[in-house]
């Protein structure tokens, strides 16, 4: 095999294997999603945020769990996160962050998945 075949039947192989976590990855995180879900006694919803950052290559970012809350008479998207206050009928709120920060550890590896995927692909196309 010429080495350009060989370079490339490598890359072809090695974006496989990522597609093959990548899949595994969703797998993983929809499971999370599910329990997480489940340990609270309000409707989460997963919503998909944008960090607001110039230039952000990998915007939106998530889902992540939200609450949806009355404020002053309006509704509002109150995050689960970080500086949150678990609200009544919440019995395991410490269940639920620690949870979450599984959930956002395997977000992180989906997203450095996503970009690898995005190099092998590029460096696949013809010139
Ligand atoms: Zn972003």
């Not at 944008?50 to 230039?55: F, H, L, P, S, Y």
């Not at 970012?61 to 009928?89: F, I, N, S, T």
């Not at 997203?111 to 196309?125: F, M, N, Q």
Request: with cysteine; aromatic share 8%.
């Amino acid at each position: 095999m010429p080495p350009e075949a060989l370079a490339k039947a490598r890359l072809e192989k090695a974006l496989a294997r990522l597609e093959a976590e990548l899949a595994d990855l969703e797998a993983r995180l929809e499971e999370e999603r599910k329990r997480l879900s489940a340990l609270s006694p309000l409707p989460v919803y997963w919503r998909k945020v944008r960090c607001g950052k110039d230039a952000c290559t990998r915007c939106p970012h998530g889902p992540y769990p939200y609450l949806k809350v009355k404020k002053e008479g309006k509704w509002r998207w109150a995050y689960l996160g970080k500086g949150w206050q678990p609200p009544e009928g919440f019995t395991r709120p410490r269940e639920f962050l620690e949870g979450l920060a599984r959930y956002r550890a395997l977000l992180k590896r989906k997203e450095e998945l996503l970009e690898r995927v995005a190099e092998a692909e590029k460096a696949l196309r013809p010139r």
